[in-house]
């Protein structure tokens, strides 16, 4: 039975698990955390047809009860390193495993919103991130500084990305439709409080989410400015008071608000930047490199070693999902080709 190493148990990792080992392998999947699915085990609702993240997570982890999958939590990977035909994966207690194959699907960090000061972002209790919106909507508890319910909540998208400033030049992808998701669900909750999305571009890239961003403004009434805020301040009754520019009409305007919502980008994980650096497929901003983004977008330039989901860029669950089953296939056919190359040599 060949044997395939998976590190990282989110979404790309435990669907990739799942296919190979359906297809009787064995694989090892490790977690430097104590559980599995960490960045959406807080999430409530998943865009765009609003289900319940914890559906998802139980679908999910059920898969990881297959015999031929053998989960590691709380196991860190510190090195791995091509051992002849085989790859040899060190984990942080110093046990090495050989296996045939390498999956990374090590994931993303989201950005700190600190690194963004003049936004107030852990000095003003009433600015927050998606992150901590997210777990407020999850456990209806969505309360402004003084812990009343809020009137108004103004999102912004685009912190820690399309930013020069902050060092990520790229887009995020999911944060415009996050912000549309969010707001919608602030809507139904609390239906008189007033939202605001400040936005430079809004990107709706995925089939259904045009359709929600039109049902945010129709049904439920969010109110969307092109502009960017460039300064967040306290009044004296625990406010937010943020500065910003009416792109669309080139005028300066401030706004008060209960809430002001950081939209969070997506980086590379700690765990990615380390290990893409041993391996050498470090790409820009620390993501793992592929190897060709076009035909080869799960390969690497180290044979036997493949990537798949966000720690590639930044995507979503349900193209994180299609891309660990695209590597499955990918890693299937690899080692169908060394077992086809190992017989042809043992005939000679």
Known sequence: MKRVAIIGAGPAGIEAAAVLANQNMEVLLFEKSLNTLSNLLDKAYLFPDFSLASDRVDKLNKKLLHPNIKLCCDTEIVDIKKDGDEWKVVDSKNTSYLTSAVLLTTGYSVFDAKRKEELGYGIYNGVITSVDLEKMIKYNQIENAMGEPPK?????????????????????????????????????????????????????????????????????????????????????????????????????????????????????????????????????????????????????????????????????????????????????????????????????
């Open 152 to 348: 108004r909540i103004v999102f912004l998208q685009c912190v820690g990305s399309r930013d020069e400033k902050s060092g990520n030049n790229y887009c995020s992808k999911i944060c415009c439709v996050t912000a549309v998701k969010q707001a919608i669900e602030v809507k139904k909750l609390m239906p008189d409080t007033d939202v605001y999305i400040f936005y430079m571009d809004l990107r709706m890239w995925g089939q259904s989410f045009e359709e929600m961003y039109r049902e945010s403004q129709e049904k439920y009434d969010v109110s969307y400015v092109r502009g960017r805020i460039s300064e967040a301040a306290s009044t004296f009754d625990k406010k937010i008071q943020i500065k910003a520019e009416d792109t669309l009409v080139g005028l300066p305007m401030k706004m008060t608000t209960d809430l002001l919502v950081l939209m969070v980008g997506m980086e590379a994980s700690c765990g990615t930047k380390a290990l893409a650096d041993v391996l050498q497929i470090k790409g820009e901003y620390g993501f793992a490199q592929s190897l060709n983004c076009h035909l080869q977008d799960n390969e690497t330039t180290q044979q036997g070693l493949f990537i798949a989901g966000s720690c590639k860029r930044p995507m979503g669950i349900n193209e994180t999902l299609a891309d660990a089953r695209s590597a499955s296939v990918i890693i299937m056919d690899y080692l169908n080709a060394c077992q086809e190359n190992n017989d042809n040599r043992n005939q000679e």
